[in-house]
């Protein structure tokens, strides 16, 4: 029996998704067990034979300071789903709150594990091999060391192995170009590191790779810093965004444009389900003492359960003892990255 | 009559896509002339009456070192065409090669404009409101002060204010979320000065933005580090071919996907018009002395011809003298952000 913890509270829509989804992961999970946790009158929408219900008199945000709803919101639904996981209540705690409360408040509540200074955000992307790449960090760490970097790798490369049942996955390095010599120093160094990781075989190294690599599956995990890996999310979001309106807006021109849309219409509902981002929803928080999952603020209730999805899938197969497996492997190498002068 | 001088030899094509593409050019723009640079042999597939013939020895490859094509190959095309336009025969230059070779050697003999320490690229991508957004830096500097984004500012704000005839284009600064509190310290820092320019009139600046923005069309110019912009620009072409791949694909599948297919091809037609990269080739080298352009390595015919179109279009419009009137209209602005200490 998995036990998932879900601020119901969270997000753009709150209960109004966050229930619906619950009730369709329950369906479709019979060995699941919910906690609910959130208002109590909002709770009300959901009562089932596999459902707790567990009160919060507080909510965190969009507009919240991260200061706010750590030190003054100490019973909003956020900190109380992940204080779930901390108890051992719970396998792992899934919301679709706040990005940097939820960071902050899983790092104060559940702390990093041995050799990892910063957790990282893990998000899965649509690539043109009909899989998905692994991308991290994707905005919890704006500004990274060539350590931080490697210990992304590491994590990424446990996560991967988890959720796609590859022993080895391959790992790439963001950067401007695939030769050495590109990038700034932090760059170059990370470069260094993940080399010596995959000589002593802790990781599977690739190389550099560039932005399209992304979506050409080029590798399964792509490593960079979360600011670099926030634009490049948000400026692919966008292009496909963009994309997506031009079509609509072509075949919505006129009355030959219109027949010709109703005659590709199952062409074109395939290639919106294959490029749909709301199948790939769910990203993981890598580095901590337990498992939170972060749903898209915008989630609707399609996308918001594929969030719990995954936090099940991971929970089931126990990725908190992968990360710390991995870490635990790397840890020499860690430890020595991290003594290591700035080259 | 303005005057461009072309390397013939740079691209992954040559003189087979820039010289069609030169012919093509003449065709269209009676006030022009053309001096091709290159080999002796190569230049003869073009001979015209506006056409002068300027033989240089060597080649920059794409493999080689910035070294190499610095100091070794003095008598590359790409430096003579460079060469061109300090000696004032030529009012641009135009090259499809290396891009680390043209910015050095761009740099070593036009030198930069006062008030600039570092050239940047800017480059246009289409966004939704049918438009293009003009992004810088886009691979030049891997690692930007506050100071340097404050100039990519000063100087897209004068391309765009030329090329598109905008009397205040207006300035996003490229960050991980719209508040001001986003990001790391030296884009916090670029946001200060940004605020205080804006005060003074020496530019429009509307706050940051995210990589959505972009294509969302949400500003004029967009403005970050190369790093950040050239994954940005990379990861877009990575999602647009992804898109267009799954177009294909899905209708190709079968007999009926393929006769939708050619009902729905008058309308796929015109989104991949609108969407064509090859129209928006041509990125301006700005903060030197002198006008430079680059195309895109890949560029066929059709795209080498839009990089001669903006280099004449540029020329024509003066942009070198509005980029130096920018400058020195921001010289105070610029020289206090450089003294200021770092906050």
Partial sequence: MITLAVDCMGGDHGPGVTLPACRQFLEHHPDARLIL???????????????THVVASEVVTMDDAVEVALRRKKDSSMRVAI???KDGV?????????????????????KTLDGIDRPAIATQMPNAQGGATTVLDLGANVDCTAEHLLQFAVMGSALVSVLQDRDEPLVGLLNIGEEVIKGNDV?????????????????NFHGNVEGNDI???????????????NVALKASEGVASMIAGALKQEFSRNIFTKIAAIV????????????????????????LRGLVFKSHGSADALAFEQALIRAYDAARNNLLDRVRARVAHAAPLLAAADAQPAS
């Fill in 37 to 51: 946790v959130g208002g109590q009158d909002s709770l009300q929408g959901l009562v089932h034979e596999r459902v």
């Fill in 83 to 85: 204080q779930q996981v």
């Fill in 90 to 110: 719970a396998h792992a705690a899934i919301s679709a709150g706040n990005t940097g409360a939820l960071m902050a408040i899983a790092r104060y509540l559940l």
């Fill in 187 to 203: 760059i170059k160094k990370a470069g260094e590191l993940l080399r010596s990781a995959a000589k002593s075989r802790d990781l």
């Fill in 215 to 229: 979506f050409k599956g080029t590798v399964d995990i792509v490593v960079c810093d979360g600011f670099v890996g």
């Fill in 264 to 287: 590709a219409y199952p062409v074109l509902s395939a290639i919106m389900r294959r490029m749909d981002h709301r199948r790939y929803n769910g990203a993981a928080l890598l580095g």
